[in-house]
């Protein structure tokens, strides 16, 4: 599905797109998976977008705001909230379309 049908619909989705980084990562364990997640904003051509990145998986992203980024993964909706774009990374399990981040020509996954 592309990115702006994605961002105006309620369904899952996924998608690539390029943004431009707006906060500075923000570090959590995730309450279902017990991982370390990296989370941070982006601005996107549609809306903004919160990214967020397993990183017991894939290597931390050293964004900074200003960032120019290219990211590749699923799309939820949070009521009232900007969306979320997580699974930005590969799937050890193989169950799940991998996701990336792409950061001055350096692929995170």
């Not at 899952?12 to 279902?32: D, I, K, L, N, Y």
């Amino acid at each position: 599905m592309n990115f702006d049908t994605a961002y105006a619909g309620t369904r899952p989705a996924e998608v690539t797109f390029r943004a431009t980084v707006t906060s500075q990562p923000r570090f959590f364990f995730g309450t279902h998976t017990k991982c370390e997640h990296e989370e941070f904003g982006v601005q996107t051509a549609d809306g903004p977008a919160e990214v967020i990145d397993n990183v017991d998986i894939a290597p931390r992203v050293p964004v900074e705001p200003g960032d120019s980024i290219d990211v590749r993964g699923e799309m939820v909706h949070d009521n009232g909230k900007p969306p979320i774009v997580h699974w930005t990374h590969h799937d050890p399990q193989a169950t799940h379309e991998d996701g990336f981040i792409r950061l001055r020509g350096r692929v995170y996954a």
